[in-house]
């Protein structure tokens, strides 16, 4: 089986060496009712920096089934609760040069995505702003306020070079979406109802905006450090042509 480490985000291989995997029926219901079950997986990560264990879970109804003359069943349809366990929710661990404040509420928005989409989505929202004005420099009371002087620096030359017009055009295709988009003009501070799938939208785009300004950013200032090194290595290593050049 393919699989992505959620620690590490290195694809791998899953084989019998460390993946654990099992189907458990649960004998607790009252007879005459087909009952109910749950299945785990658990995978260790075989990236040697990493190595740790992810474990998920699954609970649901059991459909009791029979094959080769031998009782067997598995989970149905109906899913109570399916999801990973550890580590918890979905974030995708970001690097350093993403500041913590902003990491933080986007690590605990994926956290409480499915138990509160509400309280996520207050993260997620505040996450989308604390970009804003971190990378952008621009601060404002409401966030509609905030991502129209984003596109009028953008319009004007003076915004960060990491903010592309399709960035922005991202965060303006969220905005169309149910809820979110609806309450986009309110201050971040305004809880607003929404379901899952409208936080993971937001969520999805909070990460595009983590590698597209950010990472974009960062890419750029290593390159000009390795350039820079490179241009100073040859003339310490050349001193006659370093002196020629001036
Ligand atoms: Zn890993």
Redesign the pocket.
């Known amino acids: 089986m393919n699989w992505t ?1 959620p ?2 985000q ?1 694809p791998q291989i899953a084989s019998a060496e460390n993946q654990q995997s099992d189907t458990i029926y649960l004998g607790i219901v009252e007879n005459g009712h087909e009952g109910c079950g749950f299945e785990y997986t658990a995978l260790r ?1 075989l ?1 040697n920096q ?1 190595g ?1 264990i992810t474990f998920g879970i699954s609970l649901g109804d059991w459909v009791s089934g029979d094959i080769l003359g031998m009782q067997s069943g598995g989970l149905g349809e109906l899913r109570l609760w399916q999801g990973s366990i550890y580590p918890f929710g979905t974030a995708k661990p970001q690097p350093d040069y993403i500041p913590p404040v902003i990491a933080e509420d986007y690590y605990e928005a994926c956290k409480i995505k499915e138990l509160s989409p509400k309280a996520a989505a207050t993260l997620a929202r505040r996450c989308l702003q604390g970009m804003i004005r971190d990378f952008a420099g621009i601060s404002k009371g409401r966030l509609i306020d905030e991502i129209k002087a984003l596109n009028a620096a953008i319009k004007d030359g003076s915004a960060d070079r990491s903010i592309s017009e399709e960035s922005v055009a991202a965060i303006d295709a969220v905005r169309s979406i149910g809820n979110i988009g609806a309450h986009m003009e309110k201050d971040v501070n305004h809880i607003i109802a929404v379901d899952a799938g409208e936080v993971t939208v937001l969520l999805e785009l909070i990460e595009q905006l983590f590698e597209d300004w950010y990472g974009a950013r960062d890419s750029r200032q290593k390159r000009r450090a390795r350039v820079t090194k490179i241009a100073s290595d040859k003339k310490s290593a050349k001193p006659s042509a370093a002196k020629a050049d001036q």
């Open positions: 480490c620690h590490c290195n990560c990236n990493c740790e």
